[in-house]
């Protein structure tokens, strides 16, 4: 994937942020709870098709939470 191609379409792609200590309390939580965390995704894609995925992120409206799996 080059990502020099998507600094001319503004873009925004955020990764998780937080705090370094809250990752394994949320970890653990995502483990315990999946079925609370799934509520929250919208779409999933293969990493075969991580560029539809960045479409469908960047749409409005097209989407709540994307996800990429590497499956």
């Given amino acids: 994937m080059n990502f020099g191609d998507l600094l001319d379409r503004e873009l925004d792609i955020r990764l998780s942020v937080g705090y370094p200590t809250e990752i394994f309390q949320v970890t653990d939580n995502i ?3 999946p079925e609370l965390y799934a ?3 919208s779409n999933v894609f293969p990493f075969s ?3 539809k995925a960045l479409k469908t992120a960047a749409t409005p ?3 709540d939470k994307v996800v990429v799996s590497f499956d």
Avoid: S, V
């Fill in 49 to 51: 098709d991580a560029l």
């Fill in 31 to 33: 483990i315990k709870y």
């Fill in 39 to 41: 509520k929250i995704i």
């Fill in 61 to 63: 409206g097209a989407a």
